[in-house]
C-alpha cells in the first residue's frame, strides 16, 4: 500500500525552520510571513501527534522525533530541486555515443579529449573503437567519425579532416650509421608497411611512394606489414624501420619529437577524408551538437598547426 505523504508546504516549512531554528529567517526563505510558518508547523504537529520544537532560553530546539526526520527530509528535498532543476533545463545530454576507427580514436581523438571533458563536465561521451558500416540513428550511436569518399546515403555528412600520408621513424634512425637524407637511402632501412583496410585507392603504397620520387634501389615488397595503423605508428617509434604513414595519426608523435619526418616535402594529399557522419532521421541532441562543435575547432587548429610547421 501507498502511505499518505505528509502536507508538502507543512514539510517545506519544517525543513527550512530545522535549519534556521528562526521562524522569521524561515519566513523571509520560503517568502512568507513568520505567522505562515508558525500555523504550518502546528499543522505538521497536529497530524503526527506530537512536537517538532521546544522553546528554551536558547531558542528554539528540535525535539528527538524532529531530529530524527530532519536528515531524511533535507535529503528528500534536495532530490526534489534536482529533478526540478533537470525537469527546467534538461542537461545538455548525459552521454554521446560515438563510433570511430580504433587508429583514429587512440592516435587522434584521444589525446584531445581531456580538452572536452574540461569544457563539458556535464556531457560523458561513450566510444566505441571500430570499423563497422555506420549505425548512427539506429540507436547504437549518435554520431560516427568515418575515414573514406564521404558517401553516406541517408545520414548528415560534415567534412572534418583531409588526411595525407608522409614517411615517419625514430629519430634514432637518423643518428645510426646510415641516416636518411634521400629516398634512395631507404634501400638501408626496413620499410614498415599500413596493411589497414579502409578501401582507400588514393592512398600510395611504397612502391607507389618510391616510384614517384625515382628511388630504385629500395625494395618495396620487404619489410614488416601491420594491419592497424597505429601499430604500424608504434613500430616506427620503436626504431623498427621506417613507416609511410597518415599524418594525422603521426602528428602527436611528431609534434613530441617521439617521431621525425625524413622527408618533410615527401607528404601526400589523399582522395579520402574523415568524416562526421550523424543520423538524418533524428535531430541531434544539445549534446551532440557540442560534441560536433567542439569536433570542428579541434579539426581547424590541427590545420592550423600544420601550416605552421
Known amino acids: 500500500m501507498v502511505r499518505p505523504l505528509l502536507p508538502l508546504n507543512a514539510l517545506r516549512a519544517f525543513e527550512s525552520a530545522s535549519r534556521h531554528l528562526n521562524f522569521s529567517r524561515t519566513a523571509d526563505e520560503l517568502s512568507?510571513?513568520?505567522?505562515?510558518?508558525?500555523?504550518?508547523?502546528?499543522?505538521?504537529?497536529?497530524?503526527?501527534?506530537?512536537?517538532?520544537?521546544?522553546?528554551?532560553?536558547?531558542?528554539?530546539?528540535?525535539?528527538?522525533?524532529?531530529?530524527?526526520?530532519?536528515?531524511l527530509l533535507r535529503e528528500g528535498f534536495e532530490r526534489l530541486m534536482d529533478a526540478s532543476a533537470i525537469l527546467r533545463e534538461p542537461p545538455l545530454n548525459r552521454t554521446v555515443a560515438i563510433s570511430v576507427a580504433p587508429s583514429f580514436a587512440s592516435k587522434w581523438l584521444m589525446p584531445r579529449m581531456d580538452d572536452f571533458h574540461a569544457a563539458h563536465p556535464d556531457i560523458e561521451v561513450w566510444i566505441s573503437a571500430d570499423m563497422e558500416p555506420v549505425t548512427v540513428g539506429k540507436g547504437k550511436v549518435d554520431l560516427a567519425i568515418r575515414y573514406g569518399p564521404g558517401d553516406y546515403p541517408g545520414h548528415v555528412v560534415e567534412r572534418l579532416l583531409t588526411e595525407t600520408v608522409i614517411p615517419v621513424c625514430s629519430p634514432a634512425l637518423m643518428a645510426a650509421p646510415h641516416p636518411i637524407r634521400t629516398a634512395e637511402d631507404l634501400a638501408r632501412h626496413t620499410l614498415l608497411h599500413d596493411m589497414s583496410e579502409d578501401g582507400d585507392a588514393s592512398r600510395p603504397d611504397w612502391a607507389m611512394w618510391l616510384k614517384a620520387r625515382h628511388a630504385s634501389h629500395a625494395d618495396a615488397r620487404r619489410g614488416s606489414r601491420f594491419d592497424q595503423s597505429s601499430m604500424?605508428?608504434?613500430?616506427?617509434?620503436?626504431?623498427?624501420g621506417v613507416a609511410l604513414a597518415k599524418r594525422s595519426l603521426a602528428q602527436a608523435d611528431l609534434a613530441t619529437g617521439r617521431l621525425v619526418a625524413p622527408f618533410p616535402d615527401g607528404s601526400q594529399v589523399l582522395g579520402f577524408a574523415y568524416f562526421v557522419v550523424m543520423p538524418r532521421d533524428r535531430p541531434a541532441s544539445p549534446g551532440t551538437k557540442a560534441f560536433v562543435a567542439w569536433l570542428k575547432r579541434q579539426a581547424i587548429d590541427y590545420d592550423n598547426n600544420l601550416d605552421q610547421l
Open 32 to 71: 512568507v510571513t513568520p505567522g505562515a510558518v508558525s500555523q504550518q508547523i502546528r499543522l505538521l504537529e497536529e497530524i503526527i501527534g506530537g512536537p517538532l520544537f521546544t522553546r528554551e532560553a536558547r531558542g528554539l530546539q528540535l525535539t528527538e522525533l524532529g531530529r530524527a526526520a530532519t536528515p
Open 232 to 240: 604500424l605508428i608504434e613500430a616506427a617509434a620503436a626504431g623498427r
